[in-house]
């Protein structure tokens, strides 16, 4: 097997049953892909499921839920091939999205991941939120894309068909060297979900590997499979982790005015969800920040070195200031 298309799945299987079969169908030309579906203590029928309709799949279990860190840290553990594909179970795949992926793995040794265009199911001729088409941060760790910033999603007419090299590739549809995804030691366990694939690819970047979108490579995300947009939890996690994230890997000297920019403008946020009367999302995001506090002896303070495609300025600022530039094309980026 060269290429282990693995689904951390979750209570997925209506995803399952809609998308698997075309993922198949996808793959039947391309015998060395196989697709590998670890089951996340699954309580939705899931596993009978596979195992009635699905035979020829390789299952792996866990007895419980270990989030999407823990999951995939653990299921590839145990799978060996040249590449591993993560692909959320609520993807539908286009019927050549694969090989252009496997096309710049191959011609491009520099390249540690990659990721293919994701649009949304819903409104196919729009970008979707989770990467779009290729992730970057800004100065304070806030993360964005080509074709949607923060609130902003940009309708898809082919201008960021170029493939490039970006900061992040999004979880829901990423594909990493085996060797590189070993020698990183995996996800950050600690992560458990949100934000897990920026800290990822952020150290492979440490590393001198790059991280590329391929467009040429299409699937289409369902998102908020597991957790809808407005879910305090969803927010905990995104905040708490973009702090540790900053944390690890931010060189020492731009460390400590970044966070604490960083948490200024937590705050500002804090206190808008509290005038809006949302007070379990005020909540959320102070949890998150006690919790960084808390957590953050935890993780090793080590030298880094600066790394490319972050931008110089912030996103937010910039998107409420210049309500008429809110394209990624409208960014003075690189």
């Known amino acids: ?5 693995v689904i951390l799945n979750w209570n997925g299987k209506a995803f399952l049953k809609a998308f698997l079969s075309p993922l198949l169908d996808s793959i039947a030309a391309t015998p060395e892909a196989k697709v590998v579906v ?11 499921f596979l195992r009635e309709h699905y035979p020829q799949l390789r299952l792996i279990l866990f007895p419980q839920n270990l989030g999407y860190t ?18 959320n179970s609520d993807i539908r795949v286009d019927p050549h999205w694969l090989e252009p992926l496997i096309a710049c793995m191959e011609s491009n040794p520099e390249a540690g991941m990659c990721m293919p265009k994701i649009r949304s199911l819903s409104q196919p001729h729009y970008f979707e939120y989770a990467g779009a088409c290729g992730g970057f941060i800004d100065r304070l760790g806030y993360p964005f894309c080509r074709g949607r910033i923060l609130s902003h999603i940009e309708q898809d007419y082919g201008q960021y068909d170029t493939p490039m090299e970006i900061f992040w590739a999004s979880g829901a549809c990423l594909m990493i060297r085996a060797n590189l995804f070993h020698e990183l030691g995996g996800f950050d366990g600690r992560f458990f979900a949100h934000q897990e694939e920026i ?9 001198g590997h790059q991280v590329w979108v391929i467009p040429q490579s299409t699937v289409f995300h369902v998102g908020g499979g597991s957790l809808p947009n407005d879910s305090p939890g969803k927010l905990y996690l995104n905040y ?11 060189p020492q000297k731009r460390r400590f005015i970044t966070l604490f ?7 500002l946020s804090a206190f808008f969800y509290l005038i809006q009367a949302k007070p379990a999302l005020f909540y959320a995001v102070l949890k998150a920040h006690l919790h960084f506090w808390k957590g953050r002896k935890q993780f090793q303070r080590h030298t ?18 210049h309500r008429k530039k809110r394209t990624f094309g409208q960014l003075t980026f690189l």
């Open 199 to 207: 800290d990822l690819c952020w150290r492979a970047k440490i590393k």
């Open 240 to 250: 708490r982790n973009n702090l540790w994230m900053l944390y690890k890997n931010l």
């Open 1 to 5: 097997m060269t290429t282990a298309i």
């Open 70 to 87: 823990g999951g995939y840290n653990q299921a590839l553990a145990q799978i060996q091939a040249k590449y591993f594909i993560l692909l």
């Open 304 to 321: 880094t070195k600066p790394v490319g495609h972050i931008w110089h300025k912030s996103i937010v600022w910039h998107f409420f200031l």
């Open 261 to 267: 920019s960083r948490m200024l403008m937590d705050g």
């Open 38 to 48: 670890a089951d996340n203590g699954s309580t939705d029928d899931s596993v009978p």
